[in-house]
């Protein structure tokens, strides 16, 4: 009963939501004539059991659209320098938007943090890097953007039709109108900026109610951030990074050789990077490099910061999120 009656919802909120926004479309081409989006429906259409007729005037729906092009082949900034990168996200507006996002969900993230042993400050951290606490959630329609990368982007054709796939079963496992949820122009979604199958992987129903909602429910935005990083291999209580110094006969070659904590610290200390933090020498690490004003400044990332990684496959993101909530307590006077 349960399930017919969602997919009754996505149906008819589906066929309601076509007809409202077809006119002021009409502009941008759809992709009902698009072979790749041809072979994707029947595709849905045969291992799902999706309605033909319904997801072909979806595809029609689906505008393509240059801007979404434009901005995912647009070539890579020259990577910034820690200290010019870490002045993007730490700034007194976003240390002082987390410690209100803190104030205002504090309850949520007390039950979080017991449930997936993920300190509160971290997922407030993610969540202002990502969206500015929600204050931009991105303003594409996702059903756009998927499908623009999906069917216009050969390149990476094949990870955007996956992920159209996942948007459209939880669309329709949720009950939600799939033309009207807004995200990047990627297709990442809410406050944490999941992309689709992140949501269906690891989104959770934080509150109970019965819908998974990363848009609008903090709680669920939440403990989906939370869980994520739980499942990932967060360990509760352990360290994320401590400083190292550099011996003069360090081997630099692996300096940065992996996201992944690939090393113990006692194996690092042996190869020239010691650290005088109390950290027990059989923890899983890895060694990386940080430029400064000052020089170049080396540290031993720990599982928990290659944890961080998964959430974006960047050291410098990961050293921003790890500092920013840092300086959320700070500004917080603790963690209580």
Not at 13 to 33: K, N, S, T
Not at 60 to 69: C, F, T, V
Not at 229 to 244: D, I, M, N, S, T
Request: proline share 4%; glycine share 8%; charged share 25%.
């Amino acid at each position: 009963m349960r399930i017919g009656a969602v997919v009754l919802k996505w149906t008819t909120g589906l066929l309601a939501g076509m007809g409202l926004v077809l006119a002021a479309c009409a502009q941008e081409p759809g992709h009902g004539d698009n072979p790749d989006a041809q072979a994707f429906v029947e595709y849905m259409v045969e291992k799902h059991d999706f309605d033909r007729d319904q997801l072909n005037g979806l595809m029609r729906e689906a505008k393509r659209k240059d801007s979404i092009l434009k901005a995912i082949k647009r070539p890579a900034e020259k990577a910034k320098p820690w200290y010019e990168y870490r002045k993007i996200f730490l700034t007194p507006q976003s240390i002082a938007g987390g410690v209100d996002f803190w104030d205002k969900n504090a309850k949520a993230l007390t039950e979080a943090e017991k449930k997936y042993g993920v300190p509160a400050e971290m997922i407030v951290a993610i969540i202002g890097i990502e969206t500015r606490y929600g204050g931009n959630m991105g303003g594409y329609r996702v059903l756009d953007a998927l499908a623009t990368l999906a069917f216009n982007y050969p390149r990476r054709s094949a990870f955007f039709t996956k992920e159209l796939e996942n948007f459209l079963l939880l669309t329709r496992d949720q009950g939600m109108n799939p033309i009207e949820l807004k995200g990047s122009y990627a297709g990442a979604m809410g406050f944490g900026q999941f992309m689709p199958s992140s949501y269906r992987a690891y989104a959770v129903d934080f509150n109970g109610d019965g819908h998974v909602d990363i848009w609008t429910d903090t709680e669920d935005a939440i403990g989906s951030v939370a869980n994520y990083f739980a499942r990932h291999g967060w360990l509760p209580l352990e360290p994320v990074v401590v400083l190292a110094n550099a011996r003069p006969n360090a081997d630099m070659t692996i300096v940065n050789d992996s996201l992944d904590a690939n090393w113990t610290v006692g194996q690092l200390a042996e190869k020239g990077f010691t650290t005088t933090a109390q950290v027990a020498p059989d923890l899983a690490a890895s060694v990386f490099s940080l430029e400064t004003e000052h020089g170049k400044q080396y540290w031993i990332g720990l599982n928990n910061f290659s944890v961080i990684t998964r959430y974006n496959r960047s050291r410098l993101y990961a050293m921003a999120a790890y500092d920013l909530a840092q300086e959320i307590v700070k500004a917080r006077g603790g963690r209580s």
